[in-house]
Nanobody, 117 residues
Framework: QVQLVESGGGLVQAGGSLRLSCAASGSMFSISTMGWYRQASGKQRELVARITVFGRTNYADSVKGRFSISRDNAENTVYLQMNSLKVEDTAVYYC???????????WGQGTQVTVSS
């Protein structure tokens, strides 16, 4: 069974930075694509960034050049470095583990990021 635990959220002023972490239990981390999603109040959950087992990344257009996703397979942890934060980045951020083949994704409980003006 996979468990994902996010940390690092909080309140920050616009222009500031935060680093989110997601620690995964179990043995699937190193063979899975990892992602960060977010859901703002009243909106649908959206992809923020994703990283494959080969280190290939992709980002939502709204965060390109400001956010960076990375992974540490030795520590079973994925990170999201968020710089130049904007008020519109305010949301609950969720960690996602997408295993290879046909199977269910796993989600963390979410961590709140609030950016004040």
């Amino acid at each position: 069974q996979v468990q994902l635990v996010e940390s690092g959220g909080g309140l920050v002023q616009a222009g500031g930075s935060l680093r989110l972490s997601c620690a995964a239990s179990g043995s699937m981390f190193s063979i899975s694509t990892m992602g960060w999603y977010r859901q703002a109040s009243g909106k649908q959950r959206e992809l923020v960034a994703r990283i494959t087992v080969f280190g290939r990344t992709n980002y939502a257009d709204s965060v390109k050049g400001r956010f960076s996703i990375s992974r540490d397979n030795a520590e079973n942890t994925v990170y999201l470095q968020m710089n130049s934060l904007k008020v519109e980045d305010t949301a609950v951020y969720y960690c996602n583990l997408n295993p290879p083949g046909v199977g269910n994704d796993y989600w963390g409980q979410g961590t709140q990021v609030t950016v004040s003006s």
